[in-house]
């Protein structure tokens, strides 16, 4: 089985920074990306910044240049480095691992739990 859990959510006023970050442990062969998403109450969960295997990012219009996606191999991490946050960046923030727990295996998306951050004005 795999685990993710986040840490690093919070309260900070509008122009701060915050960094999340995101472990991954357990049966894993190998990861095929990792990312964020995020979701406030009524609306999907969106994506806001992803990165595969190979280092190649993608981030949502809304949070390009301001948010920073990196990984740590060695440490199966993934960080979000978030400045110049506004009060529309508030949600919960969920951190995902799409990951082959086998050579033969297909790959398998897990999710944490979530963390809330909240951006006031």
């Known amino acids: 089985q795999v685990q993710v859990v986040e840490l690093g959510g919070g309260l900070v006023q509008a122009g701060g920074s915050l960094r999340l970050s995101c472990a991954a442990s357990?049966?894993?062969?190998?990861?095929?990306?990792m990312g964020w998403y995020r979701q406030t109450p009524g609306k999907q969960r969106e994506p806001v910044a992803t990165?595969?295997?190979?280092?190649?990012?993608n981030y949502a219009d809304s949070v390009k240049g301001r948010f920073t996606i990196s990984k740590d191999n060695a440490k199966n991490t993934v960080y979000l480095q978030m400045n110049s946050l506004k009060p529309e960046d508030t949600a919960v923030y969920y951190c995902?691992?799409?990951?082959?727990?086998?050579?033969?295996?297909?790959?398998?998306?897990?999710w944490g739990q979530g963390t809330q951050v909240t951006v006031s004005s």
């Open positions: 995902n691992a799409a990951i082959r727990e086998t050579l033969y295996s297909g790959i398998v998306n897990f």
């Open positions: 357990g049966s894993i062969f190998t990861f095929n990306a």
């Open positions: 990165i595969t295997s190979g280092g190649s990012t």
